[in-house]
């Protein structure tokens, strides 16, 4: 039996053990982060889902694939962005190193951000109603996200904090990428095995992959049971998503904090997505007169 290693990850209460989990892959000698790739494959996936649902509700191809080019930019740029401004103490000593995404650090809520203002855009030049577009793009967006996750596994972060619960996941403290999501309850329920020492916790990135597939699957039924008002998916998706995420972010670790009040910035703006879409979808509801939950 092979050895556990500073690169295994364990899942102790589901008995699985990744002996040799590396984060890059070397071509022609040069390391290519799985956390880039995972990303890449993951608005791929995004891209595929976004064409097949705009082709079947009449947009034209050329008009999504403008859409999906400026979001994809866009919302790299707002995701490293919005993580730099709420982590800036990690960069203010060297500017450089905000261009290295190598590293990871890019904020899922930065890069909606950045994607909706890149529809908002494509949508006002291209003339196309933009709540009928949202509905269309917000449903690729979940898959992307489940599937991008899978790149913080990897880089061994966005990890929640102490827990022996069914799948709680043993990391290696020397393959943590940020001392600081490394909490003291942590080190009080420290385990050490073949001289590794090793902390136990919440895997969140996988919550969180695994409820945004739930979320998808909620967004498609809304879609085939054929939705009432232009914009009701899009106001769907930052309901669920953002409560998941609400409840998600309060495990974490490593949250970005909104300056001098010490609040979680992703709790905070769940919060506020959350309580005014169910505000929009109860209003357009009874517009309506489908009210449904």
């Keep these: 039996m092979e050895q556990l290693q500073e690169k295994s990850i364990v899942f102790p209460n589901l ?3 990744l002996y040799d989990v590396g984060d890059h892959v070397d071509i022609f000698g040069f390391p290519v982060m799985y956390y880039g790739i995972i990303i890449a494959v993951g608005m791929l996936l995004a891209g595929f889902v976004i064409l097949r649902e705009g082709r079947r509700v009449g947009f034209s191809e050329d008009d999504l694939l403008d859409v999906l080019l400026w979001g994809i930019v866009c919302g790299i740029i707002g995701a490293r962005v919005y993580y730099v401004v709420f982590a800036w103490d990690r960069y203010s000593d060297n500017l ?3 261009f290295n995404i190598r590293e990871g650090g890019l904020a899922i809520y930065g890069g909606m951000i950045g994607c909706l203002l890149a529809v908002i855009v494509v949508a006002a030049r291209r ?6 577009l949202a509905d269309c793009i917000i449903l690729g967006v979940p898959i992307g996200q489940a599937f991008g996750r899978w790149g913080n596994f990897f880089n061994r972060e966005a990890f929640g904090g102490y827990t022996n619960g069914l799948l709680a996941m043993r990391l290696p403290v020397s393959a943590v990428r940020q001392d600081d999501a490394v909490t003291s309850e942590m080190m009080d329920h420290l385990i050490t095995e073949n001289g590794i020492r090793w902390i136990q916790v ?3 990135f996988l919550y969180e992959s695994m409820w945004s597939c739930v979320v ?4 498609y039924f809304i879609i085939r049971r054929k939705k009432k008002w232009d914009g009701e998916v899009f106001f769907w998706y930052l ?3 953002g409560s998941g995420r609400f409840l998600i972010e309060a495990l974490r670790t490593d949250q970005l904090l909104l300056p001098y009040l010490g609040l979680p910035v ?6 506020l997505l959350v309580t005014v879409s169910i505000a929009i979808i109860v209003y ?3 517009l309506t007169k489908d009210v449904r939950f």
């Design 15 to 17: 008995d699985i053990t």
């Design 96 to 98: 450089f190193s905000i």
């Design 127 to 132: 003339k196309l109603e933009f709540f009928a």
């Design 202 to 204: 919440h895997p969140t």
């Design 216 to 219: 998808f699957l909620i967004l």
């Design 239 to 241: 309901l669920l998503y």
């Design 266 to 271: 992703s709790q905070c703006l769940s919060a």
């Design 284 to 286: 357009n509801s009874l």
